[in-house]
């Protein structure tokens, strides 16, 4: 038994003094970290069984361990303070470690006089707690080492993760840029920037420092979270270099010298803000909605701010925009979550800035001078109440040569020479489309965007398109496409079309797709889709298949496929099967039921499933349905192989 190797090199070093006798010796190796399990194991995904994966304890091991730390073998918790162990519990995520050297600390607090009050403290403050109780002081260690023992970039961009409150869902997307304006991301040949920070955050994941977070409904890895005691050592090393100074949240009344980064957590900003020289903070995120009008009022003062994050901050109003266009180093602007109606044309001023976010915004246009922008490689839009309010590109589009991402504009049947434009930003690797014409197909609109796709095809990895008429059939263009992009990573179809185009099955890099208002025959999803060697994910959403029934035969063969997300509102299908044999690897299955008739059928032919995740009405008799029949299904397999299955209520 080798315990917590740290490298691949150290694994090599092991290896080569142990000898190849042929006796049928067992090897048990314990790491943190992904890619040296992998080496440890075998490079061959066939042999991927040598690995096992440590999950957290279930919660009723995590009490029963708890408990006989605190009181010993066969006693149980007194009723006084078991709501406050339910929250301790809940803090300790199912870590063992964790969850003994707290038992042990609150061992001598068990009397009712004195227990509830030190319990409470030990739940709200466990971070100071490891710093001076001694019998903390192991699980210090080994937090305190997992986080020393990462190379200098991720200690970085681990320390950055200081900056985002306790339980707070960080968006892997505004993470990934923020790190990349920072300058917290290196350069490698061959990759751009976004490659190499989403290396890092994979990196990050695979060495169990950030714990990764998908969204509710579609199953998609979002985001990330830190565990509460990661994220206390790694605040107190990022108070301790000056790298973060913070409002509110973890720190209380700071004291201030040359503040690099402002994170604001409270909406009482305090007499020490207001006197604080603000000309030297290089990001300034706000991280509570109101309380921050005297700082915005301000904003001209932050002379070299490169960051500016104020999502969510519902006292940024349109006069504070004035200040924002006079930060002219500012490399990254989000104002997603915010009420401005209206951006100004000397947004073009800002001629450093890499990304700009206006996602959930009150805008309903962006200015002619955005075209000016001839750094900005990231722009995002979403109408915060309507999502039939939709944004036209400004003229002139192809001077943004820089231009890697393009989230959610709309083309209209007047629009031919903007599709035309979008051709010539052939750094463009993820493009999102919205099709807003009753009848785009005897426009020159899609003829032109079909040709523009052909000329980013060699970079382009993420294509959504979207048609607000869903029943118009103009997802019919991709059938025809003179030069598909074939190197697509991820594809979204959301719209009416005859058949899944034959350019799809040469996809060998796809691996996720979503259909989404398709109403495609049954035989045109699945018995297209298996042919694909890398897919991974499939999201079929509202009316993407004609035929009432949608099953899963038996002959297709999903080499990869893990993940399967049913969200069907209405309509058809109405029944989705699994025959013997089929999705032999699918380990997440997620479904809505949103009808009384819809049924859920052959589970158990899924052989390797591991999670469900079932939502709808709460008195939806189809929904019982099939949770009692998983329930039935998973009591019959063995103890270490049964379902995960969570029902969520709308």
Not at 90 to 105: M, Q
Not at 222 to 242: F, P, Q, Y
Not at 394 to 415: N, V, W
Not at 574 to 586: D, T
């Amino acid at each position: 038994m080798i315990d917590d190797v740290w490298s691949i090199s150290a694994w090599e070093a092991i290896l080569s003094r142990l000898p190849d006798n042929k006796c049928n010796s067992r090897i048990i190796v314990t790491t943190r970290i992904e890619h040296v399990a992998r080496a440890c194991s075998s490079a061959s995904l066939e042999e991927e069984y040598y690995i096992h994966r440590v999950k957290p304890l279930q919660f009723e091991d995590a009490k029963k361990l708890f408990i006989n730390a605190v009181f010993g073998p066969q006693q149980d918790c007194p009723e006084h303070l078991k709501d406050i162990m339910h929250k301790i519990l809940t803090r300790c995520s199912g870590l063992p470690l964790a969850i003994v050297c707290i038992g042990r600390l609150l061992a001598g607090y068990r009397s009712p006089e004195g227990a509830v009050e030190m319990w409470t403290r030990v739940c709200n403050s466990t971070g100071s707690l490891m710093e001076n109780n001694p019998t903390l002081d192991g699980m210090r260690h080994i937090i305190t080492l997992s986080y020393n023992h990462l190379p200098h970039h991720l200690r970085a961009c681990m320390m950055y993760l200081s900056l985002f409150p306790e339980d707070y869902v960080v968006d892997k997307r505004r993470l990934l840029y923020r790190w990349i304006a920072e300058g917290l991301v290196s350069e490698q040949r061959g990759l751009t920037p976004m490659e190499v920070a989403e290396s890092y955050f994979a990196e990050l994941v695979n060495r169990h420092m950030i714990q990764p977070s998908c969204t509710e409904t579609l199953g998609t890895l979002m985001g990330c979270r830190v565990h509460d005691m990661m994220l206390d050592i790694i605040v107190c090393k990022a108070l301790e270099s000056n790298f973060v100074s913070f409002v509110g949240g973890q720190c209380r009344d700071p004291s201030y010298g040359s503040v690099r980064r402002l994170a604001i957590q409270s909406d009482d900003l305090g007499s020490s803000i207001e006197n604080t020289n603000l000309r030297h903070v290089r990001s300034l995120t706000t991280f509570h909605p109101q309380g921050h009008r005297k700082l915005l009022d301000r904003l001209a003062e932050f002379t070299l701010l490169r960051v500016l994050d104020l999502q969510d901050c519902k006292d940024l109003q349109n006069k504070h925009m004035k200040h924002v266009c006079q930060l002219f180093l500012l490399r990254f602007l989000s104002l997603n979550g915010t009420d401005i109606t209206k951006l100004p044309s000397q947004i073009n001023k800002l001629q450093h800035l890499q990304a700009l976010w206006l996602i959930g915004t009150l805008l309903v246009k962006v200015p002619e001078s955005l075209v000016d922008l001839e750094k900005l490689e990231h722009l995002g839009f979403k109408n915060k109440h309507d999502r039939t309010i939709l944004l036209r590109l400004p003229r002139h589009i192809r001077k943004m040569k820089a231009l890697q991402s393009l989230y959610r504009f709309e083309f209209r049947e007047d629009d031919a020479q903007l599709a035309e434009e979008i051709g010539d930003l052939v750094q463009l690797r993820v493009l999102n489309v919205v099709l807003n014409c009753s009848n785009c197909s005897e426009a020159k609109v899609l003829t032109e965007l079909a040709k523009s796709m052909g000329r980013c095809s060699q970079n382009l990895c993420k294509l959504f398109l979207e048609d607000m008429h869903f029943n118009a059939n103009n997802m019919n263009f991709l059938l025809e496409l003179p030069s598909p992009p074939k190197y697509l990573r991820v594809l979204y179809i959301g719209g009416t079309i005859d058949r899944t185009p034959d350019w799809v099955q040469s996809l060998t890099q796809l691996v996720e797709i979503v259909f989404w208002w398709t109403n495609l025959p049954s035989d045109e999803i699945y018995g297209v889709l298996y042919k694909l060697p890398n897919l991974s994910k499939i999201i079929l959403g509202e009316r993407c298949c004609s035929e009432d029934k949608l099953v899963a035969s038996g002959a297709f063969k999903f080499l990869q496929l893990k993940e399967l997300i049913l969200g069907p509102n209405d309509g058809k299908p109405r029944v989705f099967g699994f025959e013997e044999g089929a999705i032999p690897k699918l380990e997440t299955l997620e479904m809505n039921f949103h009808k009384e008739d819809m049924i859920l059928d052959g589970v158990q032919h899924l052989t390797s499933l591991k999670e469900v995740r079932l939502r709808g009405w709460k008195h939806n008799s189809a929904l019982h349905r099939a949770v009692d029949q998983l329930k039935a299904h998973s009591m019959s397999r063995h103890r270490s192989e049964q379902l995960k299955i969570i029902v969520t209520y709308f």
